[in-house]
C-alpha cells in the first residue's frame, strides 16, 4: 500500500492517459498496482491539484479527464478517498502534526486508518 501525493498522482495520470514519459519509480508503482499487488491510495483532495495542474497544461487533450482517471480504478488497484465534512474534522480534531502541510496530514492519515495504525492515527 503507498499513498499517493499530488505529484505521484500527476506523474501517474500522465503516464497512463498521456504516454508522458516517466520515472522508474512511477512505473515500478504502476506495475507493482496493476498486477492488483499493490494498493495505491490518492485522497480526493490530491487528486483535485494533480487534475487542476494537469488541466493548466494547454498541450493535455483534457476532454473527459476526471472520468478517464476514475476509470483507472477497473485497471488497477487504486483507491480515491472522498473527503466528506466527517472525515475532515476528524482529521483537524485528531492530527496534531504542526510541522507537516495539509496534504502530507492527510496522506498519513489514510495511511494509519487504511493500514488499522489507529494509536497513531486517533491523537488526544
Same mark, same amino acid.
Given at each position: 500500500?503507498?499513498?499517493? *501525493?499530488?505529484?505521484?498522482?500527476?506523474?501517474?495520470?500522465?503516464?497512463?492517459?498521456?504516454?508522458?514519459?516517466?520515472?522508474?519509480? /512511477?512505473?515500478?508503482?504502476? &506495475?507493482?498496482?496493476?498486477?492488483?499487488?499493490? +494498493?495505491?491510495?490518492?485522497c480526493a483532495y490530491n487528486l483535485s491539484i494533480s487534475l487542476l495542474n494537469i488541466k493548466k497544461d494547454?498541450?493535455?487533450? /483534457?476532454?473527459?479527464? /476526471? +472520468?478517464?482517471?476514475?476509470? #483507472?480504478?477497473?485497471?488497477?488497484?487504486?483507491?480515491?478517498? &472522498?473527503?466528506?465534512?466527517?472525515?475532515?474534522?476528524?482529521?483537524?480534531?485528531?492530527?496534531?502534526?504542526?510541522? #507537516?502541510?495539509?496534504?502530507? *496530514?492527510?496522506?498519513?492519515?489514510?495511511?494509519?486508518?487504511?493500514?488499522?495504525?489507529?494509536?497513531? /492515527?486517533?491523537?488526544?
Open positions: 500500500m503507498y499513498c499517493i *501525493n499530488s505529484i505521484d498522482a500527476t506523474l501517474i495520470i500522465r503516464y497512463l492517459i498521456f504516454d508522458t514519459p516517466s520515472n522508474d519509480n /512511477t512505473k515500478n508503482l504502476i &506495475s507493482l498496482s496493476q498486477s492488483w499487488n499493490y +494498493e495505491l491510495i490518492v494547454p498541450i493535455n487533450d /483534457t476532454d473527459e479527464l /476526471t +472520468e478517464k482517471v476514475y476509470d #483507472l480504478q477497473k485497471n488497477m488497484y487504486l483507491s480515491i478517498h &472522498s473527503l466528506d465534512m466527517d472525515f475532515v474534522e476528524y482529521m483537524l480534531n485528531h492530527t496534531k502534526m504542526n510541522d #507537516l502541510n495539509l496534504e502530507e *496530514n492527510l496522506n498519513d492519515l489514510l495511511y494509519n486508518l487504511k493500514d488499522f495504525n489507529y494509536d497513531r /492515527t486517533v491523537r488526544y
